[in-house]
C-alpha cells in the first residue's frame, strides 16, 4: 500500500466516523423525543383518571346529599301532616265570660303578702312612733342621703377626672369637686397614672 491509500483509508475511515456518530446522534434524539412524548401521554392519562376519579367522588357526593334532602323534605310532609290532623283534632275551649259585675281580685293576698315580705308593703310603723323615734328615724335618713350623695360626688369625680386623662388633659380638683388646674397631657396613652389618687388636692 502507498502512503496516499493510507490517507485516503484514514479519511475513508473518519468520514464513516462521523457518518456513524451522527446517526447516533439522531438515533438518540429520537429516543429523547418519542420519550417525552410517552411521558406527556402517560401524565395525560393519568390526569385523566384522576380527574375521572374526581367526578366520581364528587358526584357521588351531590347523590347522596340529595336523597338526604328529599329523605328530610318528606319527613318533614309527614310530620306537618300528623300537626295539621292533630291540629284540626282538637276541640276550641269555650270563651270564659266574667260575671256582670267584673272580675273580684280583692280575695288574693298573695301579692300584699309578697310585697309585705319584700318590705315593699304599706308602712304601718310610721303610726306607732313616739316623737323620739321619729327624730332619730329622720336623723338616720339624712344622714344615709348625705353619705349617698358624698359617694356619688366622689364616684363622678373619679370617673370626670380619668375621662380627662383618656382625652389627654390632666385634671386637679379640690375637696369641693371644683376644677383647680388642667394640663395636656403629652401622651395620654402612655400617661395612664395621674400621680394623685382621683385627682383630687
Do not use: C
Not at 17 to 34: D, H, K, N, T, W
Not at 100 to 121: F, H, K, M, T, Y
Not at 138 to 159: G, I, M, P, V
Amino acid at each position: 500500500m502507498t502512503p496516499e491509500d493510507d490517507q485516503k483509508e484514514d479519511k475513508d475511515n473518519s468520514k464513516l466516523l462521523a457518518l456513524l456518530l451522527l446517526i447516533g446522534a439522531g438515533v438518540l434524539a429520537f429516543l429523547y423525543l418519542s420519550s417525552d412524548n410517552t411521558k406527556k401521554k402517560i401524565a395525560q392519562i393519568s390526569a385523566a383518571v384522576r380527574s375521572e376519579k374526581f367526578e366520581k367522588s364528587v358526584n357521588k357526593h351531590l347523590m347522596v346529599t340529595n336523597e338526604t334532602m328529599a329523605l328530610e323534605r318528606q319527613r318533614m310532609e309527614v310530620e306537618n301532616a300528623r300537626l295539621a290532623s292533630d291540629f284540626s283534632s282538637t276541640k276550641p275551649q269555650p270563651t270564659y265570660t266574667a260575671p256582670s259585675g267584673g272580675v273580684d281580685l280583692s280575695q288574693d293576698n298573695r301579692a300584699s303578702d309578697i310585697a309585705n315580705e319584700l318590705g315593699r308593703g304599706e308602712r304601718k310603723e310610721d303610726s306607732f312612733l313616739n316623737p323620739a323615734d321619729a327624730v332619730q328615724k329622720d336623723l338616720f335618713n339624712q344622714q344615709q342621703s348625705e353619705e349617698y350623695s358624698q359617694a356619688y360626688k366622689e364616684e363622678y369625680a373619679r370617673q370626670f377626672v380619668e375621662n380627662a386623662r383618656r382625652g389627654g388633659y390632666k385634671v386637679i380638683l379640690d375637696s369641693d369637686y371644683k376644677v383647680i388646674s388642667v394640663q395636656p397631657i403629652r401622651n395620654p396613652s402612655a400617661n395612664l397614672d395621674t400621680g394623685e389618687p382621683n385627682g383630687l388636692q
